[in-house]
C-alpha cells in the first residue's frame, strides 16, 4: 500500500487505499481492465466512482428524512470530489470537471 487517508463527510467516514482499488468504508472501485491513460479509460473509472458514491450515499439515507434527496446528491457530490482528487489523474480531473460544468448547465 502506497497511503491510506481517511476523511470525514457528512455522517460518513470513508477510508482510500490506494492499490488497484480505491477502497471506501462500503465502497470499492475496481481500476483493473481500465487505460487510466485514455480518455475512455478516465470516463469508465468516473461512471465506476459515481455509482459506487450513489450506492453508498443511498444505503446511508435515513428513509423517515424528508430531505434525503438533497443529502444524497451532497454526499454523492462530495464522496465523487474526494475520489477524483485521491486519485490525482488529469484525465479523471478533466472528465470530472466536464460532468461538473454540465449539470451546472442544467
Excluded at 14 to 22: E, G, L, Q, R
Excluded at 46 to 52: F, K, L, T
Excluded at 69 to 96: G, M, Q, S, W
Aim: a positive charge; hydrophobic letters at 45%.
Amino acid at each position: 500500500m502506497k497511503a491510506h487517508l481517511m476523511k470525514i463527510i457528512p455522517g460518513l467516514i470513508f477510508t482510500a487505499i490506494f492499490t488497484t482499488n480505491v477502497s471506501a468504508e462500503g465502497i470499492t472501485v475496481d481500476t483493473k481492465g481500465l487505460d487510466l491513460t485514455t480518455l475512455q479509460g478516465a470516463q469508465a473509472l468516473y461512471a465506476r466512482i459515481e455509482s459506487a458514491a450513489r450506492r453508498e450515499c443511498n444505503a446511508n439515507m435515513a428513509p423517515w428524512d424528508g430531505q434525503k434527496i438533497k443529502y444524497r446528491n451532497e454526499c454523492v457530490e462530495l464522496v465523487v470530489e474526494d475520489a477524483v482528487a485521491r486519485f490525482n489523474r488529469p484525465l479523471l480531473t478533466r472528465v470530472h470537471k466536464a460532468e461538473v460544468e454540465r449539470l451546472a448547465s442544467l
